[in-house]
């Protein structure tokens, strides 16, 4: 059975999430950075354990990526890849290149 979050803490991952997309959507990465940073903090160790951290974890590597952090941005890839349902997840894969 996959864990469940309450819903008050999915909001309040995604309110992080939603926020990091707006700051990426618009190229301010380190403001994006800091948001996905936050949401991966609110997220229950251990964070692979959790569906919404395949998408964290993603939304780290991207912006890792275009702030040319290559290394950091590889290795919040490879983290996604633990987390539920990532193999199946070709996103990931693309980031991997």
Do not use: R
């Amino acid at each position: 059975m996959m864990n469940q979050l309450s819903d008050e803490l999915y909001d309040s991952i995604m309110q992080e999430m939603n926020q990091g997309d707006n700051a990426s959507e618009n190229e301010f990465f380190k403001s994006a950075l800091k948001h996905y940073e936050s949401a991966l903090n609110l997220i229950p160790t251990p964070q692979t354990d959790w569906e919404i951290a395949l998408h964290v974890y993603t939304a780290l590597g991207d912006c890792c990526f275009n702030l040319g952090n290559y290394p950091t941005a590889n290795s919040y890839y490879n983290k996604a890849l633990l987390c539920p349902d990532a193999v199946e997840y070709g996103y990931v894969w693309l980031g991997l290149g």
